[in-house]
């Protein structure tokens, strides 16, 4: 069958299809994204943001057939968190007689280090699933590594960075931490810490409990700061059951917001002073990442076994731990805004040299050749140059002494 595209990209993952498409065209991929339901608007993705994607390659395609004959019509399928099986459905066992190109999986948090834990079919599909593919592309969350390590999940890439959204384009203004304006902290991550529903197989809830507490002593105090806060997560009601119980709930201080598109997600990062994560398995995920690159200080808890595999060196966060740490970072902060100035340009510059998506594209672009023999890396001219001199030498064509041709500089 005809290649007519090099990769086919399935799973949409908050729109990280769209994205990775993106990425891979800038590069003169031809993509193939795929999806089984309709999704009239694209609210993951920054206004603007896909420019060398033909929108026209993105099919939306219910019937199981037609998505076999569609990923059979590319080189190499990308499979976002286990999207393969979802697409192949009843007939995931059938997958070795299909005859797939092969696949890269890239999986996120969720899914090796939560669902492959679980009991049952789903469970026992999943981890045949990544036996199956051709390489499972990881970001080295501690629950993911030692997942990685207690199911024996083969050929697996420890990712310095997923080619997703980057917003190089988008940068603070540091000159906000010279106003006399109060602290501003956002936080965009869901409010999970594991306590209103009890599934033991979770290992990335993400303990945000302790910094409820913080901003409750931080209102009692009086510490000058205003916090907007997402209502997200499954111990969102409890937060605000928490802040009721408390006394702070009607404070000024505190700011709930609903669903938040994309464009309005990173605007409200590059005006807030701190944008605060998760303080649980000390890793960090898109909004951690995507806040440094834009160069805005980053609140949580990070631990040097997730960053040492492959970053080498610690992101440049406000790492705390315990609510008194959290508190105490406010504190220091809400008087000294501008120290945050060198936090946010080590963060943008430890983000632009370890998690830029060209780099990580370019980690894809080898393993792509390497699965498909069709040679997309960049290697300076090499083989060509060297083979042009080795021409010269079996024509007879080349002079050592020809000092008027290799002096003609």
Not at 81 to 95: E, F, I, V, Y
Not at 106 to 134: F, M, P, W
Not at 190 to 218: G, M, T
Not at 277 to 295: C, D, P, R, T
Request: proline share 4%; glycine share 4%; charged share 25%.
């Amino acid at each position: 069958m005809e290649k007519k595209y090099d990769l086919c990209i399935i799973g949409s993952l908050c729109d990280c299809d769209l994205v990775f498409a993106e990425h891979a065209a800038r590069l003169g991929f031809k993509c193939l994204v795929i999806r089984k339901r309709n999704k009239s608007r694209y609210t993951s993705v920054p206004e603007g943001y896909i420019k060398s994607f033909d929108m026209k390659d993105m099919i939306t395609e219910s019937n199981i057939f037609n998505r076999i004959r569609l990923l059979k019509s590319a080189k190499l399928i990308v499979s976002l968190t286990g999207a393969l099986m979802t697409h192949l459905k009843g007939l995931w066992p059938l997958r070795r007689v299909i005859n797939l190109p092969p696949v890269i999986n890239i999986t996120t948090g969720a899914d090796l280090g939560e669902l492959v834990d679980q009991k049952g079919l789903v469970a026992h599909l999943y981890r045949s699933y990544l036996n199956y593919c051709d390489y499972n592309w990881i970001l080295p969350w501690p629950h993911s590594v030692l997942n990685s390590i207690k199911y024996k999940v083969p050929r697996v890439i420890l990712s310095n960075g997923f080619p997703f959204i980057y917003n190089k384009e988008k940068q603070k203004d540091t000159s906000l931490y010279k106003t006399d304006r109060e602290l501003t902290l956002f936080h965009p991550s869901h409010l999970d810490w594991n306590a209103s529903k009890h599934e033991p197989h979770r290992n990335q809830f993400k303990c945000n409990d302790v910094f409820i507490y913080a901003i409750i002593k931080a209102i009692r105090d009086n510490i000058p700061f205003k916090l907007t806060i997402l209502d997200r997560g499954q111990d969102a009601e409890l937060a605000r059951q928490i802040f009721e119980k408390a006394g702070v709930a009607d404070s000024p201080k505190i700011n709930w917001k609903s669903h938040m598109d994309r464009d309005t997600l990173y605007q409200t990062i590059l005006e807030s002073d701190i944008v605060v994560n998760m303080f649980g398995h000390g890793g960090a995920g898109g909004i951690s990442f995507e806040s440094l690159a834009m160069g805005c200080p980053v609140m949580q808890r990070a631990h040097y076994s997730h960053f040492s595999l492959t970053y080498k060196t610690m992101a440049p966060f406000i790492n705390c731990t315990t609510s008194k740490e959290i508190y105490n970072a406010i504190a220091h902060y809400s008087k000294n805004r501008e120290d945050l100035i060198t936090v946010s340009k080590d963060s943008f510059e430890w983000a632009d040299k370890l998690i830029n998506p060209e780099n990580s594209m370019h980690t894809f672009v080898y393993y792509y050749s390497l699965l498909t023999g069709d040679m997309k890396l960049d290697l300076g001219g090499y083989p060509e140059k060297i083979s042009s001199f080795n021409d010269s030498i079996a024509k007879n064509t080349y002079d050592p002494f020809d000092f008027d041709t290799h002096l003609n500089f």
